[in-house]
C-alpha cells in the first residue's frame, strides 16, 4: 500500500497553520489576509480556538488560482471550504474586499516568523471585526470574543467608536466599553 | 431593468424579493417569482459566496437575506429601493409588498 507523504502541517497550532498556508500562498503570487476567529485565537493565545481559518483574498482574479495552489498542497475541496487530512483546521476563503462593517481595512498587521510571513486584521480591526458581528447579529460570543482581544492586545478602542457610531451602532458599543475590563498603565 | 447591472433580471428581482421581504427561503422565492428551484438556488449560493446575502438554518428551513455586513449594502438598498416604483405596480403589489406586521393567531383575515 502507496503511503502519502509527509505534508508537514501535522501536528501545527493555529497560528503556524495560517503562516504555512498564507506564505505559501504569497510565494505563489496571491494575496491573502487573515480574518474572523482565527485572528482572536492568534491575538489571545488560543483563549478562544477557531478551527476555521477565514482568508480573505485581495484580488477577485486570483480564485482559480488559489483553488490549485491549496490543492497541491494536499487540502481537499469540501463544499465551499478546504480540508487537509493532517490537520483539524479548515480554508474557507472569501471575495474582496477586505473589510470591516462597511468600511475598507487600511492597515493590515503582519506576523512573520523563520521568515513566513502572515497577514491579519490588527488586534483593532480584529475587535471591528468581532463587534460587526455583535452589532449586526447579536451574537454575544463575537462580544466576548471583542472583549478577550481587548484584554490581551493593544486596541485603539477612540478608533473603535469612531467606527461603532459611523456604523450607527452608538448604543451596542456603550454596552462593549461597560464590559471591558480595566487597563494597567 | 437588472440585466445590465447583475448579467440577469432573474439575479436583480431575487435581491428585490429579499429586501422586500426581509429573509426568505428559496421554495417561496422559487415560487413567488415562479423561477425553478434550482436557478434560485444557484442564484443565492453565488450572492452568498460574493458576501451579498447571509444564509441562516432556522429549524430545516434555510433563510437567506441581505448580508447586514457587506460592505455596500447601504447602496445596494438604496438601489433596489429605487427600483421598487419601476417594478409594474399589480406585480409589486403582489410580489414587494409583503404584510410583515405580525397577525394574532385566530384573528380573521
Known sequence: MSRRPESGFSGLGLADMALAVCDHLLKNGIQVVLSGGACVSIYTANKYLSYDLDLVLLSSEKQKETKAVVTALGFIEEGRYFRHPDSPFFLDFLPPPLSVGEEPVKKIAEIRKGGRVLKLLSPTDCVKDRLAAYYHWNDRQALEQAILVFRDQHVELAEVRRWSIAEGMARKFSIFKGLLPQKKR | ?109
Do not use: C
Open chain 2, 1 to 109: 431593468m437588472f440585466k445590465a447591472l447583475f448579467g440577469s433580471e432573474r439575479k436583480g428581482r431575487v435581491l428585490l424579493f429579499l429586501h422586500a421581504h426581509g429573509e426568505s427561503y428559496p421554495s417561496e422565492i422559487a415560487r413567488a417569482l415562479g423561477y425553478y428551484l434550482n436557478s434560485v438556488q444557484t442564484i443565492l449560493a453565488g450572492f452568498e459566496r460574493g458576501g451579498v446575502l447571509y444564509s441562516r438554518l432556522r429549524g430545516k428551513v434555510r433563510l437567506f437575506g441581505l448580508n447586514p455586513r457587506y460592505p455596500f449594502r447601504r447602496e445596494l438598498e438604496a438601489l433596489l429601493e429605487k427600483a421598487l416604483p419601476f417594478v409594474d405596480p399589480a406585480e409589486r403589489e403582489k410580489l414587494f409588498t409583503p404584510r410583515l406586521r405580525p397577525r394574532r393567531t385566530g384573528k380573521p383575515l
